[in-house]
């Protein structure tokens, strides 16, 4: 089985930075594209950054020149560095990962997300 587990979130005020990872376990042959969406309360799920096997990023006008998104796919993990944040971060962040289990079954995982809280 495939696990996506996410870590990093939590408080914090407006202006500072957190770093969330999301590390992907279990019986994984590759890794295409890997992705954080965010869900604030009363919302719907949102696209915030993606990153595919080759290192080619996309973000959400949102957080263009705050966020960055990277991996290392020796480690099976993704990153979301998030800097300058706003209360309007605030939401549960999930990852996303498009995981070839055995070759050529392809199929999308999600994490259970981590809480981002940015207080004003």
Known sequence: QVQLVESGGGLVQAGG??????AASGS??????MGWYRQAPGKQRELVAVITSGGSTNYAD???GRFTISRDNAKNTMYLQMNSLKPEDTAVYYCNADIVVVVPLRRDYWGKGTLV???S
């Open 17 to 22: 930075s957190l770093r969330l990872s999301c």
């Open 28 to 33: 994984i042959f590759s890794i295409a594209s």
């Open 62 to 64: 949102s957080v263009k």
């Open 117 to 119: 809280t940015v207080s």
